[in-house]
Structures are given as C-alpha cells and as structure tokens.
C-alpha cells in the first residue's frame, strides 16, 4: 500500500461506508458527541442532508489508496467555523486524522477555526494539537456516547 490520503467531495456511496463506520461501540464512546441512536439509517440519513445541502458546509470523505477510510468537515455553528473528523476505527493509529485534518486547513483559509472533543478523549485531542490547535476552555455537556454529561474541551486555531 502506498498510503495515498486524499480529500474529495462526499459522494452518495460514501455514506454506505461512514454508516457500517459509526456503527463501532468504541468509537462512539470515544467520540461521545455522536448520534444518540448510530444504528437509526433516518436519521443518519436526515443528518447527511443537512451537512450535505448547507451551502456554508464543506464536507470532505478522506480515502487512502482509494478506499473511503473516514470524513472531515468544517461547518457553522452560530458566529463561529468548527471542525470535525471521523476516521474508520479500524483504521486508527496510522495518522490519517491528522493528516486529513491538515489537507481540510489548508482548504479552509479562515481563521480562527474551533473543535470540540472530550476531555478524555486523548487521540482526538492529540491530532487536534498537532494541526495546532489549542484549547480554550471546558463545557459540560451530555453525550449521547456515553449516556451522561462529560466534560468537551473547545479549541481554537487561531490566524
């Protein structure tokens, strides 16, 4: 394999992949901000559209060596641009968040950008650092991962 990561436009038969994707237990439980229910296709569906038809939206499937290995996204929330990823967990560990997070910075040029992850969430946080961005502050907030509140760290990459 030669590890060839790409970034491309999301397409209709990659969301057959990022739903077999979300189904893993681990990975919502790290994730913790996902779906409450990631086995409900109408509402990962639902979900889809959305990110999909925003016209402020701008969402990337991240392939290595032509296979869909996960998403990266960048997105509104009130005044502010946030980021977010999602890499196949059987994938994890070979760097393709941080890579594919840096390729989606270099294509979104504003600044300052936020994230969001949980505090325990060690991996994430890591990537997130590596891309440069720094935390800002802590929410508490529930997490359909895990069931109750937990504490989300919020990030910023500033200009």
Known sequence: MTDDLRLRPVGEDDLVEFFAQQLDPEANRMAAFGAPDPTDRRAFAAHWVR?????????????????????????PVDDRTEVSYWIDPERWGRGYATRALAALLRE??????????????????AVLRKCGFVVRGTERAYAPGRGHEIDEHVLELAG
């Open 51 to 75: 990110i999909l038809t925003g016209p402020q939206n701008l969402a990337r499937t991240v392939t290595v060596d032509d296979e869909v290995v996960g998403y990266v996204l960048a997105f």
């Open 108 to 125: 979104v040029t504003r600044r300052p950008l936020h994230a969001r992850a949980a505090a325990d969430n060690a991996a994430s946080l």
